[in-house]
């Protein structure tokens, strides 16, 4: 991979929802914004009571997945609200309406940059709004994952 001096432009990312068929085909909307990408380790602290060092150690604890939040304008289809309405009416396993999600960064020339792919997701949110009668907004749509882990891969072309 070429060394870059600038940063990639926010603005060229791809979003594929997938329980083993692909959703890409599904999704007629392009998502605005995705955030809250990311992941943590948490530490513990533990002494050992024989110990001479009157310290602790810390050391590595459970490791945790933020939940994403995906953004897109309403439009007329119903997509993101089945997601979630599928499992509320208990027509589909919460484990299995989405189990994988990857957003890909892409350069300006349309080539894949960084892949986040994010694992064991579960819809556990949608909301529509806010509905406002000034101004030009648009309609926004929401859906929330929760994500058991978070992988990011660099495309290495």
Same mark, same amino acid.
């Not at 959703?23 to 001479?52: C, H, K, M, P, W």
């Given at each position: 991979m070429?060394? @870059?001096?600038r ?5 060229? *990312? ?19 914004? $995705?955030?809250g ?9 533990? !002494? ?8 602790? !150690?810390?050391?590595n ?8 939040? *995906? ?5 007329a289809?119903?997509d993101l ?6 499992? @509320?009416?208990g ?5 299995? $309406?989405?189990?994988t ?21 579960? $819809?556990?949110?949608?909301?529509c ?8 907004d ?10 058991? !882990? ?8």
């Amino acid at each position: 991979m070429a060394k @870059r001096d600038r940063p990639y432009m926010q603005f060229n *990312f791809l979003v594929n929802l997938n329980n083993g068929v692909d959703y890409r085909n599904d999704i007629t909307a392009g998502f605005q914004e $995705v955030s809250g990408i990311g992941l943590e380790v948490t530490t513990a602290e533990y !002494r050992a009571g024989n110990e001479i060092d009157n310290r602790v !150690r810390k050391i590595n604890g459970l490791n945790k997945s933020a939940d994403i939040t *995906f953004k897109r304008g309403s439009i007329a289809t119903n997509d993101l609200y089945t997601l979630i309405d599928t499992v @509320r009416n208990g027509v589909a396993d919460p484990n299995t $309406v989405i189990t994988t999600a990857r957003v890909t960064l892409q350069s300006e020339a349309h080539a894949d940059v960084i892949t986040w792919t994010l694992k064991g997701a579960r $819809v556990i949110k949608y909301t529509c709004g806010p509905f406002n009668a000034k101004g030009t907004d648009v309609l926004m749509e929401e859906m929330v994952l929760s994500v058991e !882990r978070v992988e990011m891969e660099l495309d290495q072309s």
